[in-house]
């Protein structure tokens, strides 16, 4: 399965494919979620990058639309349940 880190701070360890923000990409570039869409499996990552993600493909409504297959919640301890669930709800 494909990995994928969205402007990623430092180089992305091997195997790892680094996307830039969708707001930084040029007229005519493939969203992000294009990008991951392509894929037969779908990880998502940082809660926060994907909602912008999901904003970006989908401006109006952000829920109903299965872009990952399993969403890891960075840095979960750090949230509430809440937090949590509204996350990953899109």
Avoid: T
């Avoid at 779908?42 to 969403?71: I, P, Q, T």
């Amino acid at each position: 399965m494909p990995l994928y880190r969205v402007a990623p701070k430092d180089q992305s360890p091997a195997g790892v494919v680094p996307l830039c923000k969708d707001a930084e990409k040029g007229k005519g570039d493939e969203d992000n979620a294009d990008v991951i869409l392509g894929e037969q499996w779908r990880c998502g990552d940082h809660a926060g990058r994907h909602l912008r993600m999901l904003k970006a493909k989908w401006s109006k409504c952000v829920f109903g639309h299965e872009l990952c297959d399993l969403l890891v919640l960075d840095e979960a301890s750090q949230m509430s349940l809440p937090e949590a669930i509204m996350a990953a709800l899109p």
